[in-house]
């Protein structure tokens, strides 16, 4: 469904993607895994042609598919007009606009009423704190109720395939959950196929059926989340299950990964 | 002059300044750029509606649509040919394209109609008064400034409020980026806010017009009062540029009437006053972003 294939994103003369390449089949959940600065939102980023502005040719090398078109140079109305949604990282709602119209504003690129009525019906399903919260100003909201209000909206869309930019951020282990489930349940019955951003890789490889590790702006493991689970580097940099002492006692720190 | 007339005429001229205050906000918010150019094409608009008057004969309500038209196109022109060709632009470097862009158009109208004053008359005079209540002395202008004011800003209201565009100038007023990630084309956005801007300013000089006299540079003071009732309104919020607009006019024609060589000061040392007292002005709202 999304075929991305070798690109290169660049911030003045910082290279921050060394040529990425992923696929995305439909139905699926996807993680995408990596500490600070590993390029995981540079990545959504590209394939949302948010770096319009600094720069036109974003990105420099490798093309992005989706559903066998290009989008690598198309504009982000167009993108999101074409079925991706994208629940950016720190939720970034609409404060002074009330909930309903920050979900009605997630609509903005569709033009069927019905449509539109039936999906806010399906959004305040999935999140009924919402409905309760209809009037009021999403600024004034707790973090939580503002992250589900990002995915509501995203959702509006009726996106093919949802992007989700850390939905774990800030959030208690509880709530993390809590909206976890929602996003498989979202996923499972609405068909929405997901490209899911997280540093809480316990919990992304958890709900994913295929997970990408970036390190430094290179994907250094893709495989199932059984298998990345059992890996013994992802399980002590990442899981943070210490297993092993080098033969001089020390704790290893990083272990040299090669690109692949 | 009675008190009674001295608040109506400061009211009526505070509301002028307040629709005025209104053009300069619509931009300010969209784009935080603060229109220094907002008075002169405001200018230029009504100059249009004159040249259609005194040289095709085209009556007042034909020559005021055309100019509401040409301003609109004005306000895309600017944004379009001036301000989005700007490369990784600072938001000191866009201001000081809009005062090119004021002296440009300040330029042009110079030298199209000439510096001298001309005779340009709207149909709402202040020499005709009536008698509302005992004491109450309305000028004609006056009222049909306080209708247009009135339709005007229940115009607005209810487009901010209940059109898709405008719930989308709001968005992208709060917050752009996401407002991109929404589909939203932030540059139409923008385009239209000046479009929309300059609309509301010339049906405001127009009104302003009826006070002073037509010249290339009549409007240079209203726009600084009017920028300064939006300062007063805290910048951000449209009530607040209305009643902003409203205490700089009553403050100007009561000191005014006191000691009119202090008329053109008097509102901008009370303005200092304020901002000294309250930075962000009078009615602004800020956000702090939760994480």
């Not at chain 1, 993108?79 to 903005?108: Q, S």
């Not at chain 1, 979202?186 to 997280?198: C, M, Q, S, W, Y």
């Not at chain 2, 400061?10 to 300069?24: D, N």
């Amino acid at each position: 469904m999304l075929k991305v294939n070798n690109i290169e994103t660049w911030y003045d003369l910082i290279r921050a993607l060394h040529g990425i390449s992923f696929e995305i089949k439909e139905g699926d959940i996807v993680a995408l895994l990596g500490s600070n600065g590993a390029g995981k939102t540079t990545t959504l980023k590209t394939i949302m042609r948010l770096f319009y502005d600094l720069k036109e040719e974003q990105p420099e090398k490798g093309t992005i598919e989706f559903m066998g078109e290009r989008i690598d140079r198309k504009d982000t109305a167009e993108i999101v007009k074409m079925g991706i949604g994208y629940v950016p990282e720190g939720r970034e709602v609409f404060p002074e606009l009330t909930v309903m119209e920050n979900i009605t504003i997630g609509a903005y690129t569709r033009n069927d009423r019905a449509g539109v009525k039936a999906d806010m019906e399906n959004v305040f399903h999935h999140f009924p704190i919402l409905k309760e919260r209809k009037g009021q100003q999403a600024g004034l909201m707790s973090g939580g109720e503002q992250q589900m209000l990002a995915i509501g909206r995203a959702l509006m869309s009726r996106p093919k395939l949802l992007m989700l930019d850390e939905p774990s951020l800030g959030l208690s282990p509880i709530l993390t959950k809590e909206i976890f489930d929602i996003i498989k349940n979202i996923n499972e019955k609405d068909g929405v196929t997901v490209l899911l951003v997280e540093q809480n890789v316990n919990m992304a490889l958890k709900y994913s059926n295929f997970a990408y590790l970036l390190e430094n702006g290179r994907i250094v493991r893709a495989d199932k989340p059984e298998v990345l689970r059992e890996d013994e580097d992802i399980k002590e940099f990442y899981l943070g299950i210490a297993t092993e002492q080098s033969v001089k006692g020390y704790k290893r720190y990083r272990r040299k990964v090669r690109f692949r | 002059m009675p008190f009674e007339q001295l608040l109506i005429e400061g009211l009526a001229m505070g509301a002028c300044y307040g629709l005025f205050g209104l053009a300069v906000i619509i931009i300010y918010k969209t784009s935080e750029v603060v229109n220094f150019a907002a008075g002169t094409m405001a200018m230029f608009s009504v100059y249009i509606a004159f040249h259609f008057i005194t040289f095709y004969g085209f009556p007042f309500w034909v020559a005021f649509i055309a100019s509401l038209i040409f301003a609109g196109l004005l306000g895309v022109f600017v944004e379009f040919f001036f301000l989005r060709p700007a490369k990784n632009p600072t938001l000191l470097g866009l201001i000081v394209i809009t005062i090119g862009v004021q002296l440009l158009l300040a330029g042009l109208a110079g030298w199209k109609w000439g510096a001298d004053q001309q005779a340009f008359s709207i149909p709402f005079s202040y020499q005709v008064t009536y008698k509302l209540l005992p004491g109450f002395v309305v000028s004609q202008w006056a009222v049909a400034v306080f209708i247009i004011a009135f339709i005007v800003v229940t115009i607005l209201a209810l487009f901010f409020k209940f059109t898709k565009i405008g719930t989308a100038m709001r968005a992208t007023q709060q917050n752009k980026y996401a407002a991109k990630i929404m589909g939203i084309k932030t540059d139409r956005i923008t385009a239209f806010s000046w479009a929309f801007s300059s609309v509301i300013g010339v049906t405001a000089a127009m009104l302003i017009t009826a006070r002073t006299i037509l010249d290339p540079e009549f409007m240079m003071e209203p726009f600084l009062r009017a920028f300064a009732a939006a300062v007063l309104g805290g910048l951000m919020s449209i009530p607040g540029v209305l009643i902003g607009g409203g205490i700089v006019g009553l403050i100007e024609n009561f000191f005014g009437y006191l000691s009119p060589a202090w008329k053109p000061i008097t509102a901008f040392v009370i303005i200092v006053l304020v901002l000294c007292i309250r930075p962000s002005g009078l009615f602004a709202k800020h956000y702090v972003k939760k994480v």
